[in-house]
């Protein structure tokens, strides 16, 4: 039987790292995994005043189940960066670009429909649009521009290093930013927490924010812990 090898003393990044399905544990306990993965588990634990030991618990039930079997390990830390530019593409842009796209009349739906009397909806109407202009923009420029770039990186072609790193900073900010409107819009639902009028489309809309939160969260990890660091640390 394989030891369960993370510890308290783990930085929450590394365990992702080495088993990506933490991610639904640490989305659970509203632990960030992405952009504040650079910390020990006992600072995120202590940061956010959660049960050590339910955690674990769940830790290392998720381990048990999955150490047995194929992950996608290749895909998060061992492959080289063209495969990860092109994983990060075809599995997190893309479905970023259609979910975004569909569920735009449905925020705005909810928001029109139930913003009267519950006046945050207005607020995540709001947010939500922010957010989805901001995330098509970066996607955008990840694929015309900082991802060829990266790509020059990795096989020593780039013209100008100073400048593509340059680049890579800016987009970890704007990462930074886009996790800023997601928190925000989790606050102001009180964490997706539905009145006791929700219709099935206030449900639904709440749903799936919470899933492309997620999706996000681990777009993010991808780069901000995984990409990035191999040339700019």
């Known amino acids: 039987m394989i030891t369960f090898p993370f510890s308290t003393n783990t930085l929450v990044k590394d365990i992702v790292n080495e088993l990506p399905k933490t991610s639904d544990v640490f989305k659970k ?3 960030d995994f992405c952009c504040g993965g650079n910390i020990p588990l006992s600072e995120a634990i202590a940061a956010n005043g959660l049960n050590e030991e339910a955690l674990m618990d769940e ?31 075809n599995h997190y842009h893309r479905t970023s670009e259609e979910e975004l796209s569909l569920l735009s009349p449905y925020v705005t739906k909810v928001s029109r429909v139930h913003g009267d009397s519950h006046p945050e909806l207005l607020k995540v109407n709001e947010l939500f649009y922010e957010f989805k202009k901001e995330l098509m923009e970066h996607m955008a420029k990840e694929e015309a521009i900082v991802f060829p770039l990266i790509k020059k990186l990795a096989d020593g072609t780039v013209e100008n290093r100073e400048e593509a790193i340059n680049m890579i900073v800016e987009l970890e900010k704007e990462h930074d930013h886009a996790g800023e409107i997601l928190r925000q819009i989790r ?5 997706y927490a539905l009145p006791v009028d929700a219709c099935g489309t206030y449900t639904l809309v709440y749903k799936r924010l919470e ?23």
């Open 29 to 31: 306990f509203r632990i």
């Open 59 to 89: 830790l290392k039930a998720l381990f048990e189940k999955y150490s047995s079997t194929e992950t996608d390990l290749d895909v998060w830390t061992k492959s080289d960066s063209n495969t990860i530019i092109d994983h990060v593409i």
């Open 187 to 191: 606050a102001i639902t009180s964490d």
């Open 211 to 233: 899933e492309l939160e997620g999706l996000t969260f681990m777009h993010v990890h991808l780069e901000n812990n995984i990409l990035f660091p191999r040339y700019i640390n």
